[in-house]
């Protein structure tokens, strides 16, 4: 069975707004890691929108945006070209690699999971909370940003039952990001 993997960065004080982060050259190489660990990644609608219209590649070869920088280009390839599922009852067709995810959320997912290979990682705040619920998710990684911002979404929140976790491992980044990965106690 292939493990389910959620990253998020998140600031001190709670707030998971993607706009509020430091997204660094050594960050992103680390993102990198976490996408090659995975088969496929799972989106919920909003992440998938967000992700797709950030980092899909142009059809034009070599056409990069003005934006991004060459130290980002790494992180935009590997997530351009990885499989994504896409869960939403919103949206009639995806592509971008990717397929929808109709019916039952937890069964679906088992389904995704009892499949070989690698693992499976998740990305967002909303899809996360659900599979969390479903206690669907086996790795949890905060990279916690040094920052207090004082607004935005939060995780987790309305979680309607506590869930114990183990810290696995502990990175620190030049930022003074600090990631840290948990499994949860069974």
Same mark, same amino acid.
């Given at each position: 069975?292939?493990p389910?993997r959620?990253s998020?960065?998140?600031?001190?004080d709670?707030?998971?707004d993607?706009?509020?982060?430091?997204?660094?050259e050594e960050?992103?190489r680390?993102?990198v890691e976490? #996408?090659v660990? /995975?088969d496929a990644? *799972?989106?919920?609608r909003?992440?998938y $929108?967000m992700m797709?219209s950030?980092?899909r590649?142009?059809?034009?070869?070599?056409?990069t945006?003005?934006?991004?920088q060459?130290w980002m280009?790494?992180f935009?390839?590997t997530?351009?070209?990885?499989?994504?599922?896409v869960?939403?009852s919103?949206?009639?067709?995806?592509d971008?690699?990717?397929?929808?995810v109709?019916?039952?959320?937890g069964e679906?997912v088992?389904q995704?999971?009892?499949e070989?290979?690698?693992g499976?990682?998740v990305?967002g705040?909303k #899809?996360?909370? /659900?599979l969390?619920e *479903?206690?669907l998710i086996?790795?949890? $990684?905060?990279v916690v940003?040094p920052?207090?911002v004082?607004h935005?979404p939060?995780?987790?929140?309305g979680?309607s039952k506590?869930?114990?976790?183990?810290?696995?491992?502990?990175?620190?980044?030049?930022s003074?990001?600090?990631a840290?990965?948990y499994?949860?106690t069974?």
């Amino acid at each position: 069975m292939r493990p389910l993997r959620y990253s998020i960065n998140v600031t001190l004080d709670g707030c998971c707004d993607h706009r509020t982060m430091i997204a660094d050259e050594e960050l992103h190489r680390h993102a990198v890691e976490n #996408l090659v660990r /995975a088969d496929a990644l *799972l989106f919920g609608r909003v992440t998938y $929108e967000m992700m797709e219209s950030a980092w899909r590649q142009p059809t034009r070869a070599g056409a990069t945006p003005d934006w991004m920088q060459p130290w980002m280009e790494p992180f935009a390839r590997t997530i351009d070209g990885a499989k994504k599922y896409v869960v939403s009852s919103a949206l009639d067709r995806v592509d971008w690699n990717a397929e929808l995810v109709r019916g039952d959320l937890g069964e679906a997912v088992q389904q995704l999971k009892q499949e070989s290979g690698e693992g499976l990682f998740v990305g967002g705040v909303k #899809l996360p909370m /659900a599979l969390a619920e *479903l206690g669907l998710i086996d790795e949890y $990684e905060f990279v916690v940003q040094p920052a207090l911002v004082g607004h935005g979404p939060t995780l987790f929140e309305g979680l309607s039952k506590r869930v114990d976790l183990k810290l696995v491992s502990r990175l620190e980044f030049g930022s003074g990001a600090v990631a840290m990965r948990y499994e949860p106690t069974r």
